[in-house]
């Protein structure tokens, strides 16, 4: 019985290997132009807009109130999925698959980390949070906050 498992756990473990590659490359291939200056076509010129909110998602650059916003790439991303679906709920667990989608050793609670420096990020200067939380259910992004 164990000799038939070890097998089994090879190819799982090669498993769990190689999307991690695919993760990383996809990050790599999305993140920086190509060789040759040119971008690529499917982030070319995106932009995202909220309120007082603008990314550029080729840039990888946040403003607010015309202001430069320093952002981590994490919270980049979890900016970027709210400026996607402004308005919408999401709880930990639906931000977790979107954010960190590939990395099963993330606790529900970092949510609550990486929202608290976005929003520390988006409020510097005492503005308005643009980001409410929704007691039982998660966060959205929504200029009534």
């Not at 590659?21 to 040119?38: E, R, W």
């Not at 995106?46 to 981590?72: F, K, N, P, T």
């Not at 590939?102 to 510097?124: E, F, G, K, M, Y």
């Amino acid at each position: 019985m164990a000799a038939a498992a070890v097998p089994a756990l090879a190819r799982l473990t090669d498993w769990i290997n190689l999307r991690r590659l695919i993760f990383a490359m996809t990050d790599v291939l999305l993140t920086y132009p190509s060789q040759n200056g040119s971008e690529f076509p499917a982030l070319a010129g995106e932009q995202l807009a909220y309120a007082d909110l603008e990314m550029d998602v080729a840039a990888h650059r946040v403003r607010r109130s015309g202001e430069q916003v320093a952002l981590g790439p994490t919270e980049f991303r979890l900016l970027k999925h709210f400026l996607e679906h402004p308005g919408r709920v999401f709880s930990r667990e639906r931000l977790l698959d979107a954010v960190w989608s590939h990395d099963p050793d993330i606790d529900t609670r970092t949510v609550d980390v990486h929202v608290r420096r976005l929003r520390q990020a988006l409020n510097s200067a005492g503005r308005d949070d643009l980001i409410r939380t929704v007691r039982s259910a998660g966060y959205s992004l929504d200029a009534e906050a």
